[in-house]
């Protein structure tokens, strides 16, 4: 059996000890004569696996106690809407930075029920750069401030969080979760899909202060209603279960290879090798600001569509797939998760060098 490199940006690669213990344990789980697939959310063997999630999680991240890690379904896409509903109930105003166009769908779903603002955006330069904040652009009335911490198409990310004086401040963390340590006592709110670092597709965690829960407006659907979520310990329904046992068997692998520092200390050495080169490169070119860039995602071009297409078709062809950037932008994109280990940014380096002396 070969397997790829898959730089996919989501569903992406998930660590091959992780896959293998799955397999292992596909029919009979621990002993109890089921798969994780087929057993009820509430036996014994499933609470102890969402628990040690979520113990784990708190754990690895270093979450204070007075937050909340809630395990969810529909998606980062599904937050953009639970958001202003369970938080933009003060003054109903919300200060978004548009960063691209995850951090603009949130904000057009704010805009649906209140003040939701655009305070800064970096679309004169398609989005390859993180404006530059301070804290008198923000509404201090404002119930909360929205980034984007790491963007997935654009390959750009907060290397600093930012100051918003006393208004809450929400990331939508989905492409850079659990790939270095981040101070979550910084933040109201983070919440991110599962399936860019975590697990496989369909979970969607979301950490918030306890006291910012409790103040959804009326008109909230209970399954978005955080407070109901965390009042049940996320069992108010059946949650992803099978997705949230991967991710528990994945944080098991980050806390036995060193847990965030080493994380980080690999996408560090991961991202260095790829940015290096394409710095060297008469080729290629990454598209993002350099002291902006991403240690996940990685987009570059030669600057010829056609050129592009006929790299991304010999790249499959040695085994380095989805390597086809976002289709708003062209061009490629290496997502570098953290199960992306640095042999296959290498096998990435040493084809590009490859192809760049076959090519010009
Ligand atoms: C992938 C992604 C999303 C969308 O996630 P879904 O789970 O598909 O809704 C949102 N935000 C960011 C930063 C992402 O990378």
């Not at 290629?284 to 570059?300: C, I, K, Q």
């Amino acid at each position: 059996m070969a397997r790829v490199y898959n730089f996919s940006a989501g569903p992406s690669m998930l660590p091959e000890e992780v896959l293998k213990t799955a397999a292992a344990e596909m029919l009979d789980y621990h002993g109890c004569g089921q798969s994780v697939m087929e057993m009820s959310h509430r036996s014994k063997e499933f609470d102890e696996i969402i628990k040690s999630a979520e113990a784990l999680l708190r754990e690895l991240m270093n979450i204070p106690e007075n937050y909340k890690v809630l395990f969810l379904q529909g998606g980062a896409s599904t937050q953009f809407a639970a958001i202003p509903l369970n938080f933009m109930n003060g003054s109903g105003k919300a200060d978004y930075v548009i960063t691209g166009n995850w951090a603009n769908k949130a904000f057009q779903e704010a805009q649906l029920y209140g003040d939701a603002k655009a305070v800064a955006s970096s679309k004169d330069k398609t989005y390859s750069y993180i404006p530059k904040l301070s804290r008198d652009m923000f509404r201090q009335d404002a119930d909360y401030a929205y980034i984007c911490m790491n963007n997935t198409i654009y390959g750009t990310v907060y290397h600093e969080i930012p100051d918003t004086g006393d208004v809450e401040l929400f990331a939508d963390i989905s492409s850079c979760f659990l790939s270095e340590p981040l101070d979550v006592s910084r933040f109201g709110l983070v919440y991110g899909g599962a399936q860019k670092n975590i697990a496989p597709a369909g979970l969607t965690i979301v950490i918030v202060r306890e006291d910012l829960l409790g103040k959804a407006r009326d008109i909230t659907p209970s399954m978005l209603n955080y407070k109901i979520h965390a009042d049940a310990d996320s069992l108010y329904n059946t949650p992803p279960c099978y997705t949230i046992y991967i991710c528990k068997l994945v944080l098991e692998w980050l806390k036995s290879i060193g847990g965030l520092e080493e994380i980080s200390r690999r996408n560090h050495a991961k991202a260095k090798l790829l940015y290096d080169f394409l710095d060297e490169s008469k080729l290629f070119r990454g598209t993002a600001a350099p002291e902006d860039r991403s240690l996940m995602n990685v987009p570059f071009v030669t600057g010829d569509a056609d050129l592009d297409a006929k790299f991304v078709k010999e790249a499959k062809e040695h085994g380095l797939v989805n390597l086809k950037g976002h289709r708003s932008v062209g061009g490629m994109r290496a997502s570098i998760y953290n199960a992306m280990p640095i042999e296959g940014v290498q096998a990435l380096v040493d084809f590009m060098k490859q192809f760049e002396s076959e090519n010009s």
